[in-house]
């Protein structure tokens, strides 16, 4: 059993984090209660082997618990419908667009419809997505949090942000 010390010495250096495990659960499981559930549980995790962190970026680590706590609670309380696996020919996009479009349209869509847009990418866009642009993560600590490389970081990040602009082109161009 862990004593005091260890339980002050956790909170100190990981509650600073709350908000970021939870907008991340949140953004992943797409349910509050579900988000509250799972960043607890991320968080007991985290609290059983504190003892074992080596150091280094506590966010990442404890980012990484959360993200692998919602993989492992969406796979055993959701069907596998947006846990599609990536394929580059299905998932390229045809044509390429600048980044001053994807700002004019992010600028100009309500949360709502921003929102609508984020919930609807496939799990491994919208996770590089929340933790790059809403978290403020370098791609090296996304890469580490998600156990993949710089290079496949990069390129979920380049595939997210065309998706969301096409998606929100396409809600913008209705509501005209």
Not at 12 to 25: E, K, R, S
Not at 130 to 143: C, D, N, P, Q, T
Request: glycine share 6%; charged share 25%.
């Amino acid at each position: 059993m862990q004593g005091t010390a260890t339980r002050e010495r956790f909170e100190q250096a990981v509650l600073p984090h709350l908000d970021a495990a939870y907008n991340l659960a949140r953004w992943l499981t797409r349910n509050e209660q579900d988000a509250q559930d799972v960043t607890q549980e991320a968080f007991l995790r985290a609290f059983r082997f504190f003892d074992g962190y080596q150091g280094g970026n506590m966010r990442a680590w404890l980012l990484t618990i959360v993200r692998n706590t919602c993989y492992t609670w969406l796979h055993q309380n959701r069907p596998p419908e947006s846990a599609v696996e990536f394929d580059e020919e299905i998932h390229s996009s045809e044509s390429s667009v600048g980044a001053d479009p994807e700002l004019q349209a992010l600028a100009s869509a309500d949360k709502v419809t921003l929102h609508r847009a984020l919930a609807e990418l496939p799990d491994i866009f919208r996770e590089v997505l929340v933790l790059r642009e809403m978290e403020g993560m370098s791609y090296k600590e996304i890469a580490d949090v998600a156990s993949v490389s710089l290079g496949t970081v990069m390129s979920r990040l380049a595939r997210a942000r065309t998706r969301l602009r096409q998606s929100l082109g396409a809600a913008l161009g209705k509501e005209s």
